[in-house]
C-alpha cells in the first residue's frame, strides 16, 4: 500500500488559501516532503546591496546564505527537490554570473514551523545554520513571505537571535505574471539603515524532473 505523502510546505501553512495561489506558482511550490520530487526554474536576476552593507551581510554569506553580487541580468537556475525521510523542501540557486568561471551557489531549506509560518534555513550544513521565520500569506494568487525571527540552529537546539537589528527584516513575494513566467522579489530592511539587500527576477515555467 502506497503511503499518503504529506502537504507540501506552503500548502500546510496556508491552509485553505492555498488553493487562490496561481497555478503556477503552486507548481513551483507544490513538491511533497518525504518524497523524491525534484523541479528546476531557469531566469535572470538582479542583485545589489550598498556596499557598507557588507558589514551587516557577512555573517549571512559566511554561513551559506544571500548572494553578495552587486550585477544586473544574472542567468540563474534554481533547483527544488524534496528527500525521503526529510519534512523539507531543498533549494540549490546557481547564479552564472559573467567573467566568473564557476557559478556562485546559494542552499537553503525550506521547513512547516506551525500555524501560518515556514522557516527556511540557509547554508549547507544540518547541524549548523540560519533560519528565518516567515508568515505566509496568500494576496490575490500570489505569496507574501515576511519575517518574524531568526534563528541559530546547532544539532537540535535552535536559539533566537536579535536578527531584525542585526541584519534587517526580510520580506519575499512570487507570483505569476502569466501562464509561463513567474515574478519573485526579496529584500531585507534594516530599522536604521534602510533597504540593505535586494534581488528580484522572472523565471520560466517550473520543469519537472526525475529524482
Known amino acids: 500500500m502506497e503511503k499518503c505523502k504529506p502537504k507540501p510546505i506552503l500548502a500546510?501553512?496556508?491552509?485553505?488559501d492555498w488553493q487562490y495561489v496561481s497555478p503556477l506558482v503552486r507548481a513551483h511550490y507544490g513538491l511533497h516532503p518525504d518524497s523524491d520530487e525534484l523541479l528546476e526554474l531557469n531566469g535572470v536576476m538582479s542583485v545589489?546591496?550598498?556596499?557598507?552593507?557588507?558589514?551587516?551581510?557577512?555573517?549571512?554569506?559566511?554561513?551559506?546564505?544571500?548572494?553578495?553580487?552587486?550585477?544586473?541580468d544574472?542567468?540563474?537556475?534554481?533547483?527544488?527537490s524534496s528527500l525521503p525521510g526529510k519534512l523539507a523542501m531543498f533549494w540549490h540557486r546557481s547564479f552564472f554570473v559573467p567573467g566568473k568561471k564557476k557559478p556562485v551557489i546559494f542552499r537553503s531549506r525550506m521547513e512547516y514551523a506551525g500555524g501560518t509560518e515556514v522557516v527556511e534555513f540557509i547554508g549547507a550544513s544540518d547541524w549548523l545554520s540560519m533560519g528565518i521565520k516567515m508568515k505566509i500569506t496568500q494576496v490575490n494568487g500570489a505569496i507574501h513571505f515576511d519575517s518574524t525571527r531568526y534563528l541559530l540552529k546547532v544539532g537540535s537546539l535552535q536559539v533566537p537571535i536579535p536578527g531584525h537589528f542585526l541584519l534587517g527584516r526580510a520580506s519575499i513575494f512570487e507570483k505569476a505574471l502569466d501562464e509561463d513566467t513567474i515574478l519573485m522579489g526579496f529584500s531585507i530592511k534594516h530599522p536604521?539603515?534602510?533597504?540593505?539587500?535586494?534581488?528580484?527576477?522572472?523565471?520560466?515555467?517550473?520543469?519537472?524532473q526525475e529524482g
Open 192 to 208: 536604521l539603515w534602510g533597504e540593505v539587500y535586494t534581488y528580484s527576477g522572472t523565471f520560466s515555467a517550473p520543469i519537472s
Open 48 to 72: 545589489y546591496y550598498p556596499r557598507p552593507a557588507i558589514l551587516l551581510l557577512g555573517f549571512a554569506r559566511l554561513m551559506g546564505g544571500l548572494v553578495l553580487l552587486r550585477e544586473d
Open 74 to 80: 544574472v542567468p540563474v537556475t534554481v533547483v527544488n
Open 12 to 16: 500546510q501553512a496556508l491552509g485553505d
